[in-house]
């Protein structure tokens, strides 16, 4: 059996494929599995570091203003389902599984035309447009909340199962059960930050916010008084946060600065105060931490 799991975007939508795509090898080892995304979203860097094999579309959001991309959206939706069929054939998919994102929807469109089952999960309180589409064709949806939104066709089952946790949370989950004080202990030895004193985790999201992030930097000074902070900015936006720290507070106050390693969950582990802005999935992983 081979199995496609489409989505991609934030990590919202790639950790609980991921996270599937991993119990899917535990329970089914001898099933093949393949991903379909995008080369611009993270699944461009997270998927193969898990080591399952991507295979890219473009993006081809849903027009939602008569403008260009409108226009042109026809064009390229019939380009990429088409890129889409050919991806299927070639793997000879047996199953579609949705997580959302750009490029879930021609996904379910492909399948859908072709006869392969497609199955969605559905991590946000309302769906977005790529599962409303899939919504209808699905033979299966998950759902992380109730009342998302999608409106299932005939003979599709809708359950709530909740949100797909990535490895590194859920082993932290175990660990945290057993001991949380060395645990965390661990954690902040590992960051390089001090167990003994208050620690605040600042993130907006896996791609960052930059209100969130302006703020934050610009009270620097402040808020390093009581507690250190872990600033997970978004790629592309540590210069930003670095430059108004260094003017409010001193560069010196930097213990390190470089990619977020995103799947380790060394800052989960050190941190008790998680200020988070709104990314879903990590507040589903806050909320399993603090029980």
């Known amino acids: 059996m081979h199995i496609v799991l489409a989505g991609g975007g934030t990590a919202g939508h790639v950790n609980p494929l991921l996270a599937v795509a991993d119990a899917i090898r535990r329970i089914r080892p ?6 379909i995304g995008t080369a611009v979203g993270l699944e461009h860097d997270l998927v193969p570091r898990a080591g399952y094999e991507l295979d890219t579309i473009e993006k081809v959001p849903f027009p939602r203003r008569p403008n260009k991309a409108a226009l042109q959206f026809p064009a390229k939706w019939m380009r990429e389902t088409r890129k889409v069929r050919d991806i299927l054939r070639s793997r000879h998919a047996d199953v579609v599984v949705g997580f959302g994102g750009y490029a879930s929807a021609p996904v379910y469109s492909a399948a859908h035309r072709m006869g392969i089952p497609v199955v969605i999960h559905e991590q946000n309180a ?24 999608l409106k ?38 590992a960051m390089g930050i001090d167990p003994a004193r ?34 997970l900015t ?45 990314e879903k999935e990590e507040n589903h992983e806050i909320k399993t931490l603090r029980k």
């Open 198 to 231: 208050p620690m605040v985790l600042v993130t907006g999201g896996s791609l960052g916010a930059v209100s969130l992030n302006r703020a934050v930097a610009s009270s620097a000074a402040v808020l390093l008084e009581h507690a250190q902070v872990v600033h």
């Open 126 to 149: 309302r769906a977005g447009m790529a599962n409303k589409l899939g919504a209808r064709y699905a033979a299966f949806i998950g759902t992380a909340y109730e009342n998302t939104g």
């Open 152 to 189: 299932p066709g005939s003979g599709c089952r809708m359950e709530r199962v909740g949100l797909p946790l990535r490895p590194a949370i859920s082993t932290l989950a175990a660990q945290f059960a057993s001991d949380r004080a060395s645990v965390r202990q661990s954690g902040a030895e």
């Open 30 to 35: 001898e099933a093949s599995i393949s991903i």
């Open 234 to 278: 978004g790629k592309g936006k540590i210069d930003e946060v670095r430059s108004l720290v260094g003017e409010r507070a001193d560069a010196g106050v930097f213990t390190g600065v470089g990619p977020d390693s995103y799947g380790k969950g060394d800052y989960h582990a050190a941190s008790p105060h998680p200020k988070n802005r709104k």
